[in-house]
């Protein structure tokens, strides 16, 4: 399996990104995706899921700002990323299990500027 993730860059605080993660199998296979963050000197946080009947989660810290969608068709993953803040700047990473196997993209990084 493997994730390739996209969309990140450089924005001002308040603006917008939409990152994707392409999967190389239908995203039918996985109980769930994941986008997940590292900021600088973190751990590896969870921000938004969506698991395969659809439902989605989220961080508290993104509820209302961020969205996670999917488009079945051409296995994809969304992160919509709105109202941006310096303190969402990471590394996302797109994560998709199997059972109880973890895949992992190289991820996108977004830098947000004050």
């Known amino acids: 399996v493997q994730l390739v993730e996209s969309g990140g860059g450089l924005v001002q605080a308040g603006g917008t990104l939409k990152l994707s993660c392409v999967a190389s199998?239908?995203?039918?296979?996985?109980?769930?995706v994941t986008w997940y963050r590292q900021r600088s000197g973190l751990q590896r946080e969870l921000v938004a899921r969506?698991?395969?009947?659809?439902?989605?989660t989220y961080d508290d810290s993104v509820k209302g700002r961020f969205t996670i969608s999917r488009d079945t068709a051409i296995n994809t993953v969304y992160l919509q990323m709105n109202g941006l803040k310096p303190e969402d700047s990471a590394r996302y990473y797109c994560?998709?299990?199997?059972?109880?196997?973890?895949?992992w993209g190289q991820g996108t990084q977004v830098t947000v500027s004050s």
């Open positions: 994560n998709a299990n199997i059972m109880s196997i973890q895949f």
């Open positions: 199998e239908s995203i039918f296979s996985f109980s769930a």
């Open positions: 969506i698991n395969v009947g659809g439902k989605t």
